[in-house]
Antibody
């Protein structure tokens, strides 16, 4: 059973870079069974997909965030990470790390999810 | 961007009643639609994928239907644990979510 746990600062200052890490249990980070995504949830914008890193290492980002987002993988530490630059109050949200299956039947659907971590952007 | 519109925003029902939730896409998503359940303080949980397939461990009272632009999530007989917020999500293009339907106790 794959388990995801987010970690990182809960408070980030405006204009700085938000950095989060997701720890993946059970050796799944390099198994090829999952792609890895970040999704955020705010009262104002609801659920918003940020981006994904595929088993190939290719990344794909939400066009509205693409210029500020980097998702990368550190298989040696069973982690993947999110960096979001030049943050504003609008980036305040609960951030989830999420796996999506690389094979059928649940190909590319979001399951499982981490428990989420609240990040507040404020000075 | 494919916009998903869910209706109603809130559904007030009693345990044992039938719930019917709607999700409409701004353009065809074929069958690339999923439903998620979210309870307070928890992450969303996948219920239905590819419009009509139940995820592992999801009770048979949950069913999904539709294709193209119009989709429905039906809960045949509401259990007390089913009162929650439900989201639809498409993956025909880059992923987007609906704004949610809250199923509350009447």
């Amino acid at each position: 059973q794959v388990r995801l746990v987010e970690s990182g600062p809960g408070l980030v200052k405006p204009s700085q870079t938000l950095s989060l890490t997701c720890s993946v249990s059970g050796g799944y980070i390099s198994s090829g069974d999952f792609h890895w995504s970040w999704i955020r949830q705010s009262a104002g914008k609801g659920l918003e997909w940020i981006g994904r890193i595929y088993t190939s290492g290719t990344t794909n980002y939400n066009p509205s965030l693409k210029s500020r987002v980097t998702i990368s993988e550190d298989t040696s530490n069973s982690q993947f990470s999110l960096k979001l630059s030049s943050v504003t109050a609008a980036d305040t949200a609960v951030y989830y790390c999420v796996g999506s299956s690389s094979t059928r039947p649940k190909l590319n659907w979001f399951d499982p999810w981490g428990q989420g971590t609240l990040v507040t952007v404020s000075s | 961007e494919i916009v998903l519109t869910q209706s109603p925003a809130t559904l007030s029902l009693s345990p044992g009643e039938r719930a019917t939730l709607s999700c409409r896409a701004s353009q065809s998503v074929s069958s690339y639609l999923a439903w998620y359940q979210q309870k307070p303080g928890q992450a969303p949980r996948l219920l239905i994928y590819d419009a009509s397939n139940r995820a592992t461990g999801i009770p048979a009272r949950f069913s999904g239907s539709g294709s193209g632009t119009d989709f429905t999530l039906t809960i045949t007989s509401l259990d007390p644990e089913d009162f929650a917020v439900y989201f639809c999500q498409q993956r025909a293009d880059w992923p987007t979510f609906g704004q949610g339907t809250k199923v509350e106790i009447k």
